[in-house]
């Protein structure tokens, strides 16, 4: 159960090509439901990793990796099969780029990786993204796709606050208040400054000096 999120991510990769093969072949209606399934995936292998205890590092790189392969290639694919609906969406189709694509090159500048944060904000907006791309691809209306996208921009400019946020690259960050709270925990603390007050006992002993002998006038005597 525990390999079962790598797999599906796994499973999601895989299915670029397949997607790639419809979109090229004009088969509209296998592309969504083929779309469908992988989108599915993205959604299940995220719930049964927190649900088995099955988070790792490398499934968060496998989940990064399959979302990256899967919306990198979309639009192109799109393009085969409904160029006259992206090109009525061009300008909320840049933006969705730029908000997608902006967050992977912050971290690539800074960490010379892929960030995997998948906060909670990325996740709400696939799934919102998943749904609006099916509802514009079937004939649906614009709207739900141009509110994804905004909602898209949003989750980037967290993506990017968390980016310069954290003192070090972390995966599984939720949200830009998780990583303040990173960075707090992370933060060296001031060395602290030992003042050394000097005991009674370790004070030098104060030496008299020795009383002259009174005089005595010449002739005299104390007897």
Not at 90 to 114: E, M, Q, T, V
Request: aromatic share 10%; net charge positive; with cysteine.
């Amino acid at each position: 159960m525990r390999h079962v999120p790598n797999l599906l991510s796994i499973f999601r990769i895989a299915m670029v090509p397949v997607l790639g093969g419809l979109a090229w072949n004009g088969m509209g209606a296998a592309f969504l439901v083929a779309l469908v399934v992988s989108l599915t995936s993205d959604v299940l292998d995220g719930w049964i990793a927190r649900k088995s205890g099955g988070a790792t590092p490398l499934g968060a790189k496998l989940d990064s990796w399959g979302d990256l392969a899967t919306y990198v290639s979309l639009p192109l694919f799109a393009w085969w099969l409904w160029p006259e609906v992206l090109r009525a969406e061009s300008p909320f189709l840049i933006a969705g780029l730029l908000g997608y694509f902006a967050p992977i090159a912050a971290g690539l500048i800074r960490w010379r990786r892929i960030t995997s944060y998948h906060t909670w904000a990325a996740k709400g907006t696939s799934v919102v993204m998943g749904a609006a791309l099916l509802c514009l691809f079937a004939g649906g209306p614009a709207w739900p796709f141009q509110v994804a996208v905004v909602l898209l921009v949003l989750e980037a400019l967290e993506e990017l606050a968390i980016t310069a946020t954290l003192p070090r690259l972390h995966s599984d960050v939720p949200s830009l208040w998780h990583a303040l709270r990173i960075r707090s925990s992370e933060r060296p603390r001031p060395a602290q400054r030992i003042r050394f007050t000097p005991s009674r006992t370790s004070r030098p002993a104060r030496f008299s000096a020795p009383r002259a002998a009174p005089r005595v006038a010449p002739g005299r005597s104390w007897l």
